[in-house]
C-alpha cells in the first residue's frame, strides 16, 4: 500500500490512532488474518511512512483491545478474529427488527419512572401524554453493540413494568394483547462518539457511531415506542433489496413486438 503524501495531516485524530485503525481494517478484512505473524516493524514503517515510535502507539492501542498479541523476541500475531465482527443487519422492515433483537442481553442502566416528555428527532406520529424511559446497553455474544434510550407509552409500560424491563421492547410490544403497531419509521446516520456514549459500547470518544432514531405507531398514529441507539459503527452491516416493492415492467422486446402489431 502506498501512502499519500500528508495524508495522515488531514485528519485532526492523533497519527497512532489513525495507524492502528487501518491495522485493525487489515485485520477485519482479513489480510492480516486470525493467528497469523504481522509483518515487522521496518516493514511497517516503509508501507505507513511513520515512525517506530508510532507504529510502537499503535500496536499497543490494538493490543490493549486484545486485537493482537506481542511476545519480545518473537514478534507480533492477530488475537482476535474480526472478520465476522459485521454480525448485526440493520432492519429494513418491522419483521427483520422483531428477529433481530430476540437473543439480546440486557443491562438496564437507568430507568425514569416520572412521566417523562418526548422530543423525538422524527417527523412522524403523535407525541403521546406520558412516556416510561429507559437507558440500557444491548449485547450480543457479551460484546455491547448498542446504546439505547427507548421511551414506551406509560399505559403500556404499566401493563407489564418486568417484561419491558427484562425483554427487548420491540418483543415486549408484539407479545402484548391489545397492542398493534401498524406504522413504523427510523433513520440512521453516521456521526461520532462522545465521551459519555464510549464508555459503555467499549470503544473510543471519536469513533464512528451508526445513530439511529425509531418511531412506532398505534391505530390513532400516537408514538407507543421511541428510540434513540447508538452502535459502534464496525459493528453494522446494511444490506437492501433495491428492486423491492418496484413495479416490474414488460419486456422491451415484448413491448416493441406489441407496438409493432
Not at 485524530?13 to 515487522?40: C, D, F, H, N
Not at 465482527?85 to 427483520?96: A, G, V
Not at 467499549?202 to 464512528?208: E, H
Amino acid at each position: 500500500m502506498s501512502i499519500e503524501p500528508n495524508v495522515f495531516h488531514k485528519s485532526r485524530m492523533p497519527l497512532y490512532l489513525q495507524v492502528a485503525k487501518l491495522m485493525r481494517q487489515k485485520i477485519e478484512s482479513q489480510e492480516w488474518a486470525y493467528g497469523a505473524q504481522i509483518p515487522t516493524l521496518e516493514k511497517l514503517a516503509d508501507e505507513y511512512e511513520v515512525s517506530r515510535i508510532t507504529l510502537r502507539a499503535a500496536l499497543t492501542q490494538l493490543e490493549n483491545q486484545g486485537i493482537v498479541r506481542r511476545t519480545r523476541g518473537v514478534g507480533t500475531f492477530v488475537a482476535k478474529d474480526l472478520s465476522a465482527q459485521r454480525w448485526f443487519k440493520l432492519p429494513n422492515n418491522f419483521d427483520e427488527l422483531v428477529d433481530t433483537v430476540g437473543n439480546l442481553k440486557i443491562r438496564l442502566l437507568s430507568i425514569d419512572h416520572e412521566a417523562s416528555k418526548l422530543e423525538p428527532a422524527l417527523d412522524f406520529g403523535t407525541v403521546g401524554p406520558a412516556y416510561e424511559h429507559m437507558r440500557r446497553v444491548h449485547y450480543y455474544n457479551d460484546e455491547p453493540y448498542c446504546l439505547i434510550d427507548i421511551y414506551v407509552a406509560k399505559d403500556i409500560f404499566e401493563a407489564d413494568p418486568k417484561g419491558f424491563q427484562l425483554k427487548p421492547a420491540v418483543q415486549q410490544l408484539v407479545s402484548m394483547p391489545g397492542v398493534d403497531v401498524v406504522h413504523g419509521r427510523q433513520i440512521m446516520r453516521i456521526t461520532v462518539c462522545d465521551e459519555e456514549t464510549a464508555p459503555h459500547l467499549d470503544i473510543g470518544v471519536g469513533d464512528p457511531i451508526a445513530d439511529v432514531c425509531r418511531s412506532l405507531l398505534d391505530e390513532q398514529e400516537r408514538i407507543i415506542y421511541y428510540a434513540h441507539i447508538q452502535y459502534p459503527a464496525q459493528m453494522i452491516q446494511i444490506d437492501v433489496d433495491l428492486m423491492q416493492g418496484r413495479k416490474r415492467t414488460a419486456n422491451k422486446e415484448t413491448v416493441a413486438k406489441t407496438a409493432i402489431k
